[in-house]
């Protein structure tokens, strides 16, 4: 009996520059959200990839963000995420609620925090023309 380890190559990953990562997050309109999801579908669709990776490594500068939605992007089913680096929970909450946005608790005990009819919200990005 032979010990054959057999090696699966990894599906190479589509580099995606912050930069523009952060040029579709602007493109979110007030009243509206994203998900990782639907921005990772973008890409793919957009470079026709497999599989996609956006590079995070310079998001610790801060005046990158400057006038960037941030608050817009949820997590897959429309829960609060915490981005300490740019806004805690409790900012997002505020934020998406000033656009006149629902927020219930949920989870465990109540203490995660969702966007009420999230799949509602959603924003199209085939209302965006591709360059």
Not at 36 to 58: G, Q
Not at 85 to 107: A, D, H, N
């Amino acid at each position: 009996m032979s010990n054959h380890i057999e090696h699966i190559p990894l599906v190479p990953s589509t580099p995606i520059p912050v930069q523009e990562y952060i040029d579709l997050l602007c493109t979110v309109p007030a009243g509206k959200i994203t998900r990782t999801d639907d921005i990772e579908a973008y890409f793919k669709r957009k470079y026709k990839a497999d599989k996609v990776h956006i590079e995070y490594a310079p998001l610790t500068s801060n005046p990158l963000w400057e006038g960037v939605p941030y608050w817009r992007q949820v997590s897959s089913h429309g829960m609060l995420r915490d981005l300490r680096f740019i806004c805690t929970r409790e900012q997002q909450k505020e934020k998406l609620e000033q656009e006149g946005l629902s927020i219930v608790p949920c989870g465990a005990y109540g203490k995660s925090l969702k966007v009420e009819n999230y799949k509602d919200l959603l924003f199209d990005y085939a209302t965006i023309n591709e360059q």
